[in-house]
C-alpha cells in the first residue's frame, strides 16, 4: 500500500512541476509589436477558455502556470486576420510562441491604423483625448475642448486650472504658448476642432519639455500626419446659438520618398453673446451717510456680443536627403479679429430706491496676428542613435482699442451727465528658441528597455506693452498722462536637462534632471521703476513602476515644477473696465514652484485609482478686491503657501463592442491664504466632479455621442463659485466608403455650464457675480476626405497609447477621453 501511495505521490509532483509559463510576441506584417493584442488560451478538448493576455508596449505577452495538457493558442488584434496555434504543454521545454498577424484585406490598412486609438487613452500621469476620432469634438473650438477636458476649469478671464490647481501651462506642439491668458483664449476660439489631432494633459511631463506648469501641462497637438500620395480632409461646420458661428476647414497633405509637405488652413467665424452680472450690497454707514439699517447696492448688466473672425495657416515641408539626415520646416500663422459693440448699465441706490444710473456704450476693437517659424534638423548616427537641432522664432503682435461713451442718469431730475474716454493697448512679444536633443534607445537583445535623452535649450522673450488713454473734452481728446504707459520686459532661459527611461520587467523606471537659469529684466518707461530677477533652479522628476501581477500595476512619481506670471499680468498700468472697477498688473510677482507627488494603482489593466500631493510655494492668484463704496479692482498676487490633495478614479465599463465609454470621478481640495483689505484670509473648500464619456455604433454606419461632465462648487482665489454641468451629444452618420461624414450635435443641452460665484471680502457686505456665454449650440458639421488611400506615417510628434482591455472576440477595447 505504501508503495502504490508513494506512486501516486510522484505522479502527482510530475504533474506540478510540468506546469510552465507560455511567452510569445505579436506583430504585424511589417514585424512591428501590436501592442493590445489578445492571446487566449483555449482546452482542444472542449475550446473552453483557459487563460488570457494582453500583449504589452513591445508585442510581448506571459500566461503563468499553465498545466499539462493539449491546447489551442489564438492571437487577436481589430481589423487583423485571428492566428491559431495548436500546443502541447509536456515535460520538454517551450519554444517562444511568435505570431505574425496580417490585416483581414488591402482596403482595411489604413482603418488598422485609426482603430489604434480612440476618443480616450489614459496612462500614469497623462490623459489624451483624441479630438480626430469624434465627431462631437471635432464639432467644438479648441477653447470649448479645454473646458471639457476632466478635471479642467476655465474662468471668464481665460485663467485655467486643473483640478483647482493654477500654473497651468498651454503648449502647442510641445512648445508653451507664450501670451497672456486674454490672447491665449482669443487664439484658441478661433482654432476650430477639425485642426486637431489630439489634446494632452500631463501630470508629470519629461524633463525634455519645459518645467513650466506647476498645476500641469495642456499640449494643444495639430494635424501632422502624412501619407503617400497627394490626400485630405474638407470639413464645415455651422452651429446656432443666440447667433450664428461657422468654421471651415482644409487639410492636405503630399508624400514621396525624399518630400512630406503638409498644409493646413482654417477660417472661423464666431458671433456669441457674453452676459456679465454682479450685484453689490453693503451697509450704506460711511459711505452715503446713511443709517446703519440702510443698504447700498449697486446692480451691473454687462451685454458684450463679440463678432470674432479668425484666419490658422500651417505648413510643413519635410526633406529626406537619405536615411540618416532630415530637414523640416514649419511655418504658423493666426489672424483674429475680435470686435464688441456692447452696453453696460449701473444701477446704484439706497435700501429700494434707486439713486442713479449709468448706460454705458462699449465700443471694444481687439486684433492679433501670431507668426512662428521653425527650422529642424535631425541626424540618425544608427538606428539607435539620433541628434535633433530646432531653430525658432515667435512673433505676436496684438492691439485693443476700448472706446466709453457714458450717459449719467441722476433721479433726482437733474440733467444727465456724459463722459467719454478711451484706451489703446499696442503689444509686441519677439521670442527665439534653439534647441539641441540627443537620443539613444536602449535594448537587450533584440527587446527595447528603454531611452536616454540629453539636451539644451536657450530662449529669449522680449515684450513691450503700452497704454494711451485719452479723456474727451468739450468735443477734445486730450492724453490723460496718468493712466498712460509703457512698459519693456525681457526674460531670458537656459535650460540643460537629461532623462533616463528603463523598461525592466516587473520594473518601470523613469528619471530625469532638468536644470533652468531665469534672467528677468522690466522697467516701467513713464516713472523709471524696474524689476530685476535672476536665479536658477533644478527640477527632478521620476516614476517608479511595478508590475505586481496581470492584474495588478503601482506606480509613484515625484516632479517639481515653476509657474512664471504671464506677461500681461506684470504691466503695473491701470486699466479701466468702467468708472468704478479697475485692473492692474503687479510687476514685482514672484514665480511659484511646487512640489508634486502622484501614486497610481491600476487594477484589471484597465482601471486607474490616482492618489496626488502637491505643496505650492508662492501660488499667484488673479484677485478681486473690494473697498467701502462702489469701486473694485482685479490684481495678481503671489499667495501664502498652498497644500492640495486630490485623488481620481476613472476606468472603462468592458465587454460591449458597440459601446466605446470613459467613466471618470475626481476630488480635490482647495486653499487660499492671503492678506486682503487688511485681513488675513485662510480658507478651504472640498470639491468633486465627475465626467462620463460615451459612443455608440448604431446600425447603417450611423454612430451616437453622448458627453456630461459636473463639477461640484469650490474655491479659487477668492470666489467661492457654485456647480456647474453640461451635456452634450451628437450623431453621425459615414457615406461613400467612410470618405464622407455628417454629424448633428447639441453642445450643453441645458445651459447649465454657467459661472456664478461669490467673492470673499474683508468689508461687510454681499457680492455676486454671474458670467453667461453662449455655450448652448445646435451645430451641422461635415467632413469629405479625398486622396490616395494607403498607409500613414507618423510624424515625429504623434505617439501611440497602449491598449489594455480585452472586448468582445479578442478585439482591443481603449479608453476614451471626455469630450
Known sequence: MRYFCFIFFLLGTLKTFAQQDIRGKVTDERNLPLPGATITLKQARDAKVFSYAIADSLGNFKLKNIAVGSYQLEAAFMTYKNQFKALTIGNGPLEIQVFKLFPENQQLQEVTIKGKKQAISVSAGKTTMNVEQSSLAQSQSAYDLLKSLPGVNISKDGDIRIKGKSGVTVMIDGEPAEMGSSQLKSLLKGTPGTTLQSIEVLNNPPSSMDAAGTGGVINIVFKKKVKKGFNGTISSNV???????????????????????????????????????????????????????????????????????????????????????????????????????????????????????????????????????????????????????????NNLKSRGIEDYS???????????????????????????????????????????????????????????????????????????????????????IQ??????????????????????????????????????QNYFSLFPNALIGYKVNDRYNLSVSYSRRIERPDYDKLNPAIRYLDLYTTQQGNPNLKPQFSNNIELNQQFFSFIDLTLGYSSIKDPIYSAFLTSPGARSSYSTINTG????WELSLAFPIPGIDWWENYQSFYFYTSQFNANL????????????????????????????????????????????????????????????????????AVTDAFYSGVFKAGVLSNNAQTFNLDSRTDSRQLKFSLSWNFGKKGKTEKSEAETTDDNRLPSGKGNPVRKPVKL
Not at 533652468?516 to 524696474?530: F, K, L
Open 495 to 532: 535650460a540643460a536637462y537629461t532623462s533616463l527611461e528603463l523598461k525592466l520587467e516587473p520594473w518601470t523606471i523613469n528619471a530625469g534632471l532638468r536644470g533652468e537659469y531665469t534672467h528677468v529684466r522690466g522697467e516701467v518707461v513713464n516713472d523709471g521703476s524696474s524689476v530685476r
Open 239 to 393: 452651429g446656432k446659438g443666440r447667433y450664428y458661428r461657422t468654421s471651415q476647414s482644409l487639410n492636405m497633405s503630399y508624400g514621396t520618398e525624399k518630400w512630406n509637405l503638409n498644409m493646413l488652413y482654417a477660417y472661423d467665424f464666431d458671433h456669441s453673446q457674453k452676459r456679465d452680472s454682479l450685484y453689490r450690497s453693503q451697509s450704506a454707514a460711511g459711505t452715503l451717510g446713511g443709517t446703519v439699517d440702510q443698504r447700498f447696492y449697486m446692480s451691473q448688466l454687462q451685454l458684450n456680443p463679440e463678432k470674432s473672425t479668425g484666419h490658422l495657416l500651417k505648413l510643413g515641408l519635410d526633406h529626406h536627403f537619405d536615411e540618416k539626415n532630415t530637414l523640416g520646416f514649419n511655418l504658423s500663422f493666426n489672424d483674429v479679429v475680435n470686435p464688441t459693440d456692447g452696453r453696460t448699465l449701473t444701477r446704484f441706490g439706497t435700501g429700494t430706491v434707486q439713486d442713479s444710473l449709468l448706460n454705458q456704450r462699449n465700443d471694444l476693437r481687439n486684433a492679433l496676428r501670431n507668426w512662428d517659424y521653425a527650422l529642424k534638423f535631425k541626424h540618425k548616427f544608427t538606428e539607435l542613435k539620433s541628434l535633433s537641432a530646432s531653430l525658432q522664432f
Open 406 to 492: 457714458i450717459l449719467k442718469l441722476l433721479s433726482s431730475g437733474l440733467s444727465p451727465s456724459e463722459l467719454r474716454y478711451r484706451n489703446t493697448y499696442p503689444s509686441k512679444i519677439d521670442r527665439k528658441i534653439f534647441k539641441v536633443d540627443y537620443l539613444q534607445e536602449l535594448m537587450r537583445g533584440d527587446q527595447k528597455t528603454g531611452k536616454f535623452e540629453a539636451g539644451f535649450k536657450s530662449s529669449q522673450t522680449n515684450l513691450r506693452n503700452s497704454q494711451w488713454s485719452e479723456n474727451n473734452t468739450k468735443g477734445q481728446w486730450e492724453t490723460d498722462r496718468i493712466r498712460s504707459n509703457s512698459f519693456r520686459y525681457l526674460e531670458a
Open 677 to 744: 483689505e487688511n485681513k488675513a484670509f485662510k480658507e478651504k473648500a472640498n470639491s468633486f466632479g465627475l465626467l462620463s464619456y460615451n459612443s455608440f455604433k448604431l446600425p447603417s454606419n450611423f454612430s451616437l455621442e453622448l458627453t456630461a461632465w459636473y463639477q461640484s462648487g469650490g474655491l479659487f482665489s477668492n470666489f467661492r463659485y457654485k456647480p456647474m454641468s453640461e451635456v452634450s451629444a451628437g450623431i453621425s452618420k459615414k457615406l461613400l466608403s467612410d470618405r464622407l461624414t455628417l454629424g448633428l
Open 641 to 644: 503657501h498652498q497644500r492640495q
